[in-house]
């Protein structure tokens, strides 16, 4: 009987089915990754290849702007996975095969959401699993981890995107309300600084490599954070909104200063680990951007005391985007540390002469340097 209701329900809102675009891409990506893999090398078939999936590739695009095919995209999960499969494909994680399958599940969700605003609940819903996702990723050995990561930040990332969107939609619905649109706000709102806060407290668990990925959508989830925030500004100091609005400017000023100590910690660490007798150009460069973001963020504190709430997040908004760019700069830093840590690891190695050897990076060094160079390996080794 539920099957019957939920195919009936699918028929009903067949025409108002609207697939999510950036779904729709990565879905059409990854499925069309799996045909390739499944085709026979060679010459002669690089060449069909081509032919055949420009072909379907534009057939494919024109098909799936259509609501049937949507409606019959969900009707083949639905039919044609157990439910085995169903509540496998609930805990898969990105990388893992289900992965896909529970992405459609929640399109479908989506899809049979029945207002704007219960698509952004469930979006905000969604976009917490991407962030327990990569959290899993990050604390557990899983196999792939670098590319398992960076995968999952892509998929979050669309998600913002998507989240940002529907917040626009509502606003621009006529027959959603001031206040259902100021509660909608406030959801996103708090969706986007809880992704900062876990993508502060995950980012350090990942390869270094990952981190440059997660400070881009550090940056879409503040953006997506401002934008909610505006709308809860814009309601007025006297409105009912003011003292939500004001809590939330407060969570954005906790989670800007932890970036900012996040970003001075780094640069010290990279500074101190460098062994040089004088700090570098380009260190003491960084520390004076974060003395500079240190006397602003104490500016916007007191904007923020002082319930100037216009002001503030005009300062929140710079603020922001300067400590994500040091954030960005200091793992970039980082990186170039570790590689040229590396590089004198290796040439010492080569120049090594005693009869006791080990072995680091491929390259047979005396034991007493592999030992030394082993903690700077472990940042260029690929998890298992």
Known sequence: MNLYRTLR????????????????????????????????????????????????????????RGPALAVLSVLAVVLGGSIA??????????????????????????????????????????????????????????????????????VLKQDLDTLKQQLSDVQEDPSEGQDQVMEIAKTVDQSAVETAKVLADTKEALPLE???????????????????????????????????????LEAHVNVVSDAIAAAKATAQTTASSSGAAAPSASASSTSSVIQALEESLA????LVSERRLEEAVGALKNVTTKSITTQQQVTQEALAAAASSTASGAGASVSGTANATGTVLGVTVPAATASSTKPTTSTNATSP
């Open 210 to 248: 990952v981190q440059e990925r997660v400070s881009a959508v550090q940056t879409k989830a503040a953006d997506v954070g401002m934008k909610a925030l505006e709308v809860l500004v814009g309601a007025g100091p006297d409105s009912d909104m003011a003292v939500d609005a004001h809590a939330s």
């Open 9 to 64: 329900s699918l028929r009903d809102r067949e025409r108002g089915i609207n697939p999510d675009v950036a779904w729709v891409r990565a879905t059409r990506d990854t499925l069309l990754m799996q045909v390739r893999n499944t085709m026979p090398s060679g010459e002669l078939a690089e060449r069909s290849r081509t032919s055949f999936f420009r072909a379907l590739f534009e057939q494919a695009t024109q098909a799936v």
């Open 85 to 154: 499969s169903v509540s496998a494909a609930e805990r898969a994680l990105p990388g893992d095969k289900l992965f896909t399958v529970k992405l459609i599940t929640e399109q479908a969700r989506l899809a049979l959401a029945g207002t704007a605003s219960d698509k952004v609940r469930l979006k905000a819903a969604f976009t917490t699993r991407r962030l327990e996702e990569l959290k899993t990723i990050a604390n557990t050995d899983v196999q792939k981890k670098e590319e398992r990561a960076a995968l999952a930040t892509d």
């Open 299 to 302: 500016t916007l504190s007191q």
